[in-house]
């Protein structure tokens, strides 16, 4: 996911002038996104069949894997087909508001951009579908945790309260490594509403398109040393995971810990990941 959070990488910086609003024109008609019909030759992706891949799966599993160890994996969520038009896209700068080259701030290397309104439908679609499940998760947890508020259960509904308090700027996002590349460790916070997980898909094969580069998390437990979790992902694969702590069980209950992702340095080649955060940014 994006590095430097806290804090957050600048949004706003040089960049593509971000389109107002949350509305417009479906983007499935851009190349690299089209689903209306093959296009030089090649079948164009399933995008229509998203929503029912993320109804379908095993939410019970995830919820249990979030649990015990504070992310979820999900094989296979995108096709190949899917993973390339994607990786493909990072090269067209109309779908993006705003490009952040980590080294610049101290956040790693490598660079990632942020989708511009209105999102390209596949994004918006994976978004929409996999909120739901996840906001029944998060609603437990802040309710383990003593924490307010509760999530309603559908995206839009919470997006409108993200834009009511002036967090209105996409939050969804490509990345890209190349050879020495990596992302400190950080959490993905934008402003006062934060949704409490957030979903990255692998765009790449690893050992095929890229060494090295895997996705780690920690974990900051109170009193006691940081716990490290390497997720090993192929391509198309989903990880959920905590933005910034989670509920665990202890001898005398429920307590907190402070989660941060990122992503060791590559070894070779190029690596391109899909971010999908539920919250907008101020």
């Not at 998203?50 to 995108?78: K, Q």
């Not at 390497?230 to 069980?249: E, K, S």
């Not at 992702?261 to 539920?278: A, C, D, E, Q, Y």
Request: aromatic content about 8%; charged content about 20%; hydrophobic content about 40%.
């Amino acid at each position: 996911m994006s590095a430097g959070h806290l804090p957050h990488p600048g949004d706003g910086l040089s960049a593509p002038q971000a389109v107002a609003g949350i509305g417009g024109a479906d983007r499935e008609s851009v190349p690299g996104f089209g689903s209306g019909g093959p296009r030089d030759g090649e079948p164009a992706p399933a995008w229509s069949g998203l929503s029912g891949r993320c109804a379908a799966l095993d939410w019970a599993a995830i919820a249990a894997e979030l649990d015990d160890f504070g992310c979820a994996t999900v094989p296979g969520l995108l096709s190949a087909e899917e993973c390339q038009r994607l990786a493909a896209a990072y090269a067209k700068s109309e779908l993006f508001r705003s490009r952040v080259v980590m080294e610049r701030h101290g956040f790693g290397k490598g660079e990632y951009q942020y989708f511009a309104h209105p999102l390209p439908s596949p994004i918006a679609r994976l978004r929409g579908a996999l909120y739901p499940p996840l906001a029944a998760i998060a609603n437990r947890w802040y309710e383990a945790m003593g924490l307010e508020p509760r999530f309603p259960p559908g995206h839009a509904e919470f997006i409108a309260r993200c834009h009511a308090a002036g967090q209105s700027r996409p939050t969804p996002l490509l990345l890209r490594y190349r050879a020495g590349d990596y992302n400190c460790l950080h959490q993905d916070l934008y402003g006062e509403h934060v949704f409490p997980l957030q979903a990255a898909v692998l765009l790449s094969a690893p050992g095929e398109d890229y060494t090295g580069g895997e996705f780690v998390l920690t974990e900051q437990r109170p009193r006691m040393q940081s716990r490290a979790e390497v997720v090993p992902l192929g391509r198309g694969d989903m990880v959920v995971f905590p933005v910034f702590h989670r509920p665990v069980n202890g001898a005398r209950g429920v307590y907190r810990v402070n989660m941060r992702h990122g992503v060791s340095r590559l070894r070779s080649g190029s690596r391109h990941t899909l971010g999908i955060i539920f919250h907008d940014a101020s």
